[in-house]
DNA sequence: CCAAAAGTGTTGCGGTTACACCCATGT
DNA sequence: ACATGGGTGTAACCGCAACACTTTTGG
C-alpha cells in the first residue's frame, strides 16, 4: 500500500515558469533562457524553475524573476497552470505560469551557469521553445492583451515619466493595430489615471512633448481602449 | 494520505479542487462535502484530492467532478492555483482550483465513505469552510460574474428548452441585480446565440411562455450584459 | 372576470468614431 | 525655411437605458 501511494503519487513536483514582457525597439519582446541540456540543448524556455517546499509558488515566481533580471516590486500576476502529463520529459512537472511586465529600461540580464545565455525575444519572431513554452507565451500574450484593454496595468511597461505618443505606441504594438491619435488622448486623459508633470522631452528636432506620471501604480480595473 | 507522504518523503504535492455551481430555488449554490477527518471534523470543503501520476490536471479535476455529480461534458474550467505553504496542515499541496457549472436538473449526488456526506448551499449563506476553501469560493464567484458578462457560459446553468425569463432570472441571481425585462430581451435576442423552439410552457395560470434553445453549446465571448 | 406572468417599441443620452490643421523645436 | 513630431475640436453615428400597456392562460 505505501509503495503503491509512492508510486502513485510522489513523483509530481511543482514548477513556475515567468514569461516576462517589455517593449523594445517597438515590438513586444519576452526574456528567454538558452539551454544547456539535452535534449533541449540550444533550444530557448522561459525562465522557471521548481517550488521549493518552503516557499509559496508565488514566492517562486517572483524569486525566478529576480534571478534573471535583479528586478522586484514589478507587475507579476499568475497566468495559468500546465499539467499534461507529458509535458515534461524528465518526469512530472506540473507548472504554474506567471506573465510579469517591465519598462523598457536598460537592464542587465544574469544567468547562471545552469543556461547558456539569457535575452529578449520580440514575440513575433520566437525561436523554437523548450518544452509547452510556445504555448505558454501564446496564453501570455492573448492575456495581456485583454488585461491592457480594461485595466491600467500598462503603467508597468513605461518608465515614470512618458509622452502621450509612448502609451499610444505601447497600446499599438500590443494590440497590433493603429489607434486615433485624438480619441486616444481624450479617451486616456479622461479616465483621470495620469497627471502632466513639470517636465516636457527635449532633444528632438520638433515641438517637446508633455510628460505625464501615473497617479496611481496599483492595478485597477477601468475601460482603457 | 497526505500526511504519509509529507512525513515520510517531504514532497510537495499538486491536488485539485472544483467549484461546482448550479442554480436552485432561485440563489446560486455550490457544492460542497462533509469532512470526516480531525481537524475539520464537520466542516465543509470543496470536492477535490490528489492528482496522479497517470492523469493530466484537467483529468483529474474532471475526475472529482464526475465522483460526485456522476456527470462528464459539463463546463469545466481552471480557476487559480493556490500555493501558500501553510494552506494545509497535513502537508505542501499546491491546488488548482476549477470551476463547474451545471444545469439545475435533479441530481443524485454521490458520496464515499471517505466523507460525511455531499449537499447544495448558496453562495451567500455558506457554512464555516476547510482550508483556504472560503477563499478559493470567493475566486470562483467574481470568476463567474465577470464571465457571464462577456461569454456565453450561462448555457450550462440552464436546460435544453427555457424561457426568456429563466435566462434573465439567471444574469440577475448572479450579478445580483435586477435588468429590464424588454432590453434584456432585446439584446440577448439580437446576439443570435439562441433560437424559438417549438414549444411552450404549460400549466402556469398565465400565457404559456415560448422555450428556446441555445444554438450552440461551446464557450464564445461575445457582450451580452 | 380576475390574477399572474408573457410579450412588445420608442425616445433621449452618452460615448465612440471619423476626420485636418496649426505649433514648437532643431538644423 | 523646412522637416519633424506634438497638440487640438466638432459632427455623425450607434448602442444602452428608461419607460407602460396589451396578451394569454387557469381558476
Chains 1, 2 share one sequence.
Not at 29 to 50: D, R
Amino acid at each position: 500500500m505505501k509503495k503503491l501511494i509512492k508510486k502513485k503519487y510522489n513523483l509530481t513536483v511543482v514548477a513556475t515558469d515567468v514569461a516576462i514582457f517589455t517593449i523594445k525597439d517597438g515590438e513586444l519582446n519576452i526574456l528567454l533562457i538558452k539551454m544547456q541540456k539535452k535534449p533541449f540543448l540550444k533550444q530557448w524556455a522561459l525562465p522557471g524553475g521548481l517550488v521549493t517546499v518552503d516557499e509559496s509558488v508565488d514566492s517562486s515566481a517572483k524569486r525566478h524573476l529576480f534571478s534573471k533580471t535583479g528586478l522586484k516590486k514589478i507587475f507579476l500576476e499568475q497566468l495559468y497552470s500546465f499539467g499534461e502529463v507529458n509535458r515534461d520529459i524528465f518526469g512530472r512537472v506540473v507548472s504554474v505560469a506567471y506573465f510579469a511586465l517591465i519598462p523598457n529600461v536598460d537592464l542587465v540580464l544574469k544567468t547562471t551557469k545552469e543556461y547558456g545565455g539569457v535575452d529578449w525575444f520580440p514575440v513575433n519572431s520566437l525561436p523554437k521553445l523548450a518544452y509547452d513554452h510556445k504555448e505558454i507565451v501564446s496564453v501570455a500574450v492573448s492575456r495581456l492583451r485583454n488585461k491592457i484593454e480594461y485595466t491600467n496595468i500598462v503603467y508597468s511597461l513605461l518608465p515614470k515619466e512618458f509622452t502621450l505618443k509612448q502609451l499610444q505606441d505601447v497600446y499599438e504594438i500590443i494590440l497590433n493595430k493603429t489607434v486615433d491619435k485624438r480619441n486616444f488622448r481624450k479617451k486616456f486623459l479622461s479616465l483621470g489615471l495620469i497627471t502632466k508633470t513639470a517636465n516636457f522631452t527635449t532633444g528632438g528636432t520638433h515641438r517637446p512633448a508633455q510628460l505625464y506620471t501615473f497617479k496611481n501604480k496599483k492595478p485597477q480595473e477601468v475601460n482603457t481602449l
